[in-house]
């Protein structure tokens, strides 16, 4: 493998703005990441202390091995909805490593309206034990919830992938055979109680600890019965009595003193086996990144210089590289994992799909996970493509990702666009992880086309009523989707709503996909199959 | 038979090529037994590198014995042996038997996509550098920098701003180089 020859000028003018541009958004993104984990109102932090309750982020700070990485997944959750008030949507999830195995955690945040669950908190726990059945992850819930927010309620409850999903994902867990491990710090009430009573070991803190189906107030109002929540369902009657907990413990630090123990515990799995070498850093400093990601969007660059800032040694091997120039695809290894990878350089042609169709069949046949670095506007369009068959080219790709089994891990570097994000492992193709970059954009159509789209319909709407807009009416059209459009596409929007794992900062991408690959070979891969290829 | 010295067929060896003070060197690394060979030319020598105590490794080359320091550098790997350093540079073979040979092919920029020119920055006949922004297109959404490939002179611009042009149309080209 040759080390790709940068062709990036660190001296421009050009990489010096860039540099200090996206350094600008990666700070940005370092303070809103600390003020969801960290700023709280202070009545809330005094109502914990007052409880003799730990803030969450000590909890996890306890829990796993001292000086490993912690990688948290989706911190901005939720920032912007519910008016902002709801920091990570009330949950911490990331993976991390405890007693030497690496676990997922799913910690409900009581600093956060008391820990209820939000329609979002529930989307991200829904999320945390999806990626702990996708990649065979031991979980290790850290419980304190005041329950289900009933304002919310329709929005949280009955759908196929609302609160009843986690108890589900909890139960297919067991089947598989991962373990999880529930410590009760708070209340379980209502359907939380069954996180604890699902997991296969659980840990309860006598006096503040509790789990119950209906809370002392329910029970008053149910039946008329006057009892005390240590009475209901305290550490000794679960223990002692019901058989609902295993372990009593008489302090938080003690419960995670124990869960550290039931870890150890478990059978450490057999990783697949796939190439590995010793890992090399980069030979191109990753915090060049800064400085090759254009400031403008639209500013076209070449992602070869982003791969030669996230793979072991700069080195690549570039696969068909005089074909179909517009996705680069090849092999590299990062952190020594034998890695795929696939980059947009552009508009996906005819070529350029069938390419990243063949691609992704090479990788599935020798097990190599594949990366994918989307930069996507689309779709070529226009009559010639049409008729040298774009749409079943890019459906061919649809297909060979939609049936790939080797684990996808995917990377919005930039734009992601239409059916662009289709091809290149969007979301809805279940990449094991899928990580954006601060400045990157999300949309079905870019938002000046869109824009201009809707201004459009409205303007030939009022013609065949007779009327014409004057320039300024058109801009007042306009203007409101423009910005509209412009929110709904920024990343922040994205990760508030889990459409991502995470904003990344750039330079950490190296990192993330290490743990990520990591992670994602504790699962089987079956034999590659696929559907029919529209030929 | 192949492969007993290296050497029996007569053809070309796909050995691992070094350059070392300018010089290119081929030499190839077998296993045997639980050790290692090397073979230069027609030699086969037993080698051996293990880290020596207080830093430094020790060589064993046939019956030869000596101390070594060898540093890394980037593409480089600096050996120090016997008072004398050696800078050691590995020929990736794909590059070596690469042919650099320029067609005419390489005087034109073809226009990677459909599009419209936005801007050009340079006039016929002006000397341009490698990386220098030649032209500026835009094609679904996308701006495009079409830059200088190799130093040269603009010989002839093909599409001027607000132009259209289908995908490989040519958009500029250079002057042809003259062979030396």
Same mark, same amino acid.
């Given at each position: ?66 000086? @490993?990485?912690?990688?948290?997944? +989706? ?22 490593? &405890? ?5 997922? %955690?799913?910690?409900?945040?009581? +600093? ?44 949280? *409850? ?22 999880? %491990? ?61 058989? @609902? ?10 419960? /995670? ?19 590995? %070498? ?36 700069? $080195? *690549? ?16 290894? %990062? ?36 990366? *994918? ?28 990702? +939609? ?5 996808? /891990?995917? &990377? ?22 899928? *990580? ?30 007779? $009327? ?20 709904? +596409? ?28 990591? &992670? ?16 | ?146 830059? =200088? ?25 250079? =002057? ?5």
């Amino acid at each position: 493998m040759r080390r790709i020859e940068s062709k990036i000028d660190t001296s421009s003018d050009e990489f010096r703005l860039n540099r200090a541009h996206n350094r600008g958004l990666a700070d940005t993104l370092k303070e809103r990441h600390r003020a969801a984990r960290r700023e709280r109102p202070v009545r809330d932090l005094d109502r914990l202390s007052r409880q003799n309750k730990m803030f969450v982020r000590d909890r996890i700070e306890l829990l796993l091995d001292p000086g @490993t990485p912690f990688l948290e997944l +989706s911190t901005l959750a939720a920032n912007t909805e519910y008016g902002g008030e709801v920091p990570g949507a009330g949950i911490v999830s990331g993976i991390g490593i &405890v007693n030497g195995r690496e676990i997922i %955690i799913h910690a409900d945040d009581a +600093s956060v309206k008391g820990g209820a669950w939000y329609p979002l908190s529930v989307k991200k726990i829904v999320r945390t034990l999806d990626i702990a059945i996708e990649n065979r992850l031991p979980v290790v819930h850290l419980c304190d919830s005041a329950g289900g927010f009933l304002p919310l309620q329709a929005d949280i *409850f009955a759908d196929r992938y609302l609160a009843g999903r986690i108890f589900r994902n909890q139960s297919i867990l067991s089947k598989l055979g991962v373990p999880q %491990i529930a410590l009760v710090l708070g209340h379980c009430t209502a359907g939380g109680a069954y996180v604890p009573a699902l997991s296969e070991y659980n840990v309860i803190v006598r006096g503040t600890g509790a789990i119950f189906l209906g809370g002392p107030p329910l029970v008053k109002a149910a039946t008329g019965e006057d009892v005390t929540v240590d009475e209901l369902g305290g550490a000794d009657v679960h223990t002692r009595i019901s058989g @609902t907990a295993d372990y009593p413990a008489t302090t938080e630090e003690q419960a /995670i003193a124990i869960a550290r123990e039931l870890v150890g515990q478990t059978q450490r799995p057999t990783k697949l086996d796939v190439e590995r %070498i010793a890992p090399e850093p980069p030979y191109y400093d990753p915090d060049e990144l800064y400085g090759v990601i254009p400031r403008d969007i639209k500013i076209q660059f070449d992602v070869r210089e982003v791969i030669a800032r996230l793979v072991d040694g700069s $080195r *690549f091997h570039e696969y068909q590289p005089a074909y179909g120039n517009t996705l680069i695809c090849g092999f590299a290894h %990062i952190w020594g994992f034998k890695v795929g990878i696939l980059g947009n350089n552009g508009v996906l042609f005819n070529d350029s799909s069938l390419k990243g169709a063949h691609f992704m069949q090479l990788c599935n046949q020798s097990r190599v996970p594949m990366i *994918f670095l989307q930069n996507i506007t689309g779709y070529m369009v226009g009559r010639d493509y049409e008729h040298r068959g774009i749409t079943k080219d890019g459906a061919k790709m649809i297909m060979a990702v +939609s049936g790939s089994e080797v684990p996808k /891990i995917t &990377v919005i570097c930039n734009g992601s666009f239409g059916a662009g994000n289709y091809g290149m492992a969007g979301r809805a193709f279940d990449p094991r992880f899928l *990580f954006m970059w601060p400045q990157s954009q999300i949309s079905v159509m870019g938002a000046e086309q869109a824009a201009n789209v809707l201004a459009d319909i409205k303007i030939r709407q009022l013609s065949r009523e007779g $009327r014409s807009l004057a320039p300024a009416e058109i801009a007042a059209i306009r203007e409101p989707i423009l910005e509209e459009y412009r929110r709904q +596409s920024s990343a922040y929007y994205s990760t508030s709503h889990l459409w991502d794992d995470g904003i990344l900062d750039p330079t950490n991408t190296r990192n993330a996909l290490a743990m990520t690959i990591s &992670v994602a070979l504790n699962a089987p891969i079956d034999r590659p199959h696929y559907g029919v290829f529209r030929m | 038979m192949r492969g007993a010295g290296l050497s029996g067929i007569g053809g070309v060896l796909m050995q691992h090529t070094f350059v070392i003070a300018e010089m290119e060197h081929e030499a190839w690394l077998s296993r045997r037994g639980d050790g290692y060979v090397l073979h230069v030319g027609e030699k086969a020598i037993p080698i051996a590198l293990a880290d020596a105590e207080g830093g430094g490794q020790v060589l064993g080359l046939g019956t030869e014995i000596c101390r070594v320091l060898i540093a890394p550098d980037g593409d480089l790997v600096h050996i120090h042996v016997d008072g004398s350093t050696f800078s050691v540079r590995y020929v990736d073979p794909v590059q070596r038997y690469g042919s650099h040979s320029g067609g005419s092919a390489d005087d034109i920029a073809e226009a990677p996509m459909p599009g419209v020119v936005i801007a050009v920055h340079v006039k016929e006949g002006q000397p341009v550098e490698t990386g220098e922004t030649l032209m500026v297109i835009e094609s679904m959404k996308l701006e495009t920098a079409i830059k =200088a490939w190799r130093d040269g002179a603009v010989a002839v611009v093909h599409v001027g701003v607000g132009q259209a042009f289908q995908r490989g149309a040519p958009l500029l080209s250079l =002057a042809p180089q003259s062979e030396t």
